[in-house]
């Protein structure tokens, strides 16, 4: 079997899978689809410093990282937690502020994120420059698949392969269809970035809006989270949801949601925890009150940040290093 072969074979029963698994989550009425965004939160500790500081560790490492803490010496742990303040300081002034940080502890939240593009990163940059231009990225992952006219698993793939190569358009800034690392993340993970969700609210609204007229009425609002299956009671928290749109969703009361309405209800405004944990962190090791921290006040404070242990850092850094 030729290799392209099998890369049909390994769409087609991936995709086969995917509608498996969307019929078998209808087939369960009482469950409930969740489009919304929310961020991360950064650890299910109580931030209670005058406890532990359990829940800034996990903060700063991401809660995983942190659970792969081996004991050291408070001279280890000084060493380095030097070497990551090193990589935090991305314009190399000597300091680290406030941005820097709620960078650093972003990403150390999303690690999974950075993996994911890294796994994909290896199969669509085919001649390995160090990009991935859309016909790379059509060719790995549609390939001959599109010459099939009539595929036996129904999909269409072409429709597939146009909202891709419309949203690859939108994570590629200058425009010449060749995909940067982190334009490829953007186009893998339209949720966390800002100039791409206008695409992740559109894409929802084409999903949801049945019958085409641009907007997202009570009942398509419900059926893309419900399927009554023959069942006519709904649960309780259909109700809930019939109430949340006509009291909050439709801010407007016409009785459908548009495009800023969707945008509200899938992609809320979250409390940055990421910003209020870089603050608090700035402000418990700020030793001279300036904003901005150094490595010396940081490695004071290794114990606020890391403690007498620490992760795999050597991983923390190279991983850092795609950042």
């Known amino acids: 079997m030729k290799e392209t072969d099998l890369i049909i074979m390994d ?44 829940y800034d560790h996990d903060a700063f490492l991401g809660a995983e990282e942190a659970k792969t803490f081996d004991q050291l010496t408070p001279e280890e742990s000084k060493e380095r937690l030097g070497k990551i303040v090193s990589k935090i300081d991305g314009d190399k002034d000597g300091f680290v502020t406030v941005d820097e940080l709620k960078d650093w502890i972003k990403f150390a939240q999303k690690r999974w994120i950075y993996e994911d593009v890294e796994r994909q990163w290896k199969g669509h940059d085919l001649n390995e420059d160090g990009l991935v231009s859309w016909e790379e990225y059509k060719n790995a992952t549609y390939g001959y698949v599109l010459d099939d006219p009539d595929p036996d698993d129904g999909f269409n793939y072409k ?62 609002y419900i059926g893309d989270m419900y399927s009554h299956d023959g069942n006519t009671d709904e649960p309780e928290w259909v109700k809930t949801e019939r109430e949340q749109f006509v009291e909050f969703r439709d801010k407007n009361r016409d009785g459908k949601m548009d495009k800023e309405e969707t945008k509200d209800w899938i992609l809320p405004s979250d409390y940055d925890h990421a910003e209020a944990e870089a603050r608090h962190l700035v402000y418990e090791s700020d030793q001279n009150k300036d904003g901005k921290l150094t490595k010396e006040e940081i490695v004071d404070k290794y114990d606020l940040f890391v403690g007498s242990q620490a992760t795999d850092f050597g991983e923390a850094l190279v991983r850092h290093d795609e950042f």
Do not use: W
């Open 11 to 54: 769409l087609r029963q991936f995709l086969m899978c995917l509608s498996l698994c969307t019929a078998f989550a209808l087939s369960k009425p009482t469950e409930k689809k969740d489009r919304v965004h929310h961020e991360p939160q950064l650890s299910d500790k109580v931030h209670n410093d005058a406890q532990s500081f359990d």
């Open 159 to 220: 429709q597939m392969m146009v909202r891709d190569e419309r949203r690859f358009k939108m994570a590629d800034k200058d425009g010449d269809l060749i995909a940067t690392k982190e334009e490829f993340t953007a186009f893998l993970h339209p949720e966390e970035y800002d100039y791409m969700k206008d695409i992740v609210v559109q894409e929802t609204m084409e999903d949801i809006d049945k019958n085409a007229d641009g907007f997202i009425d009570l009942e398509e």
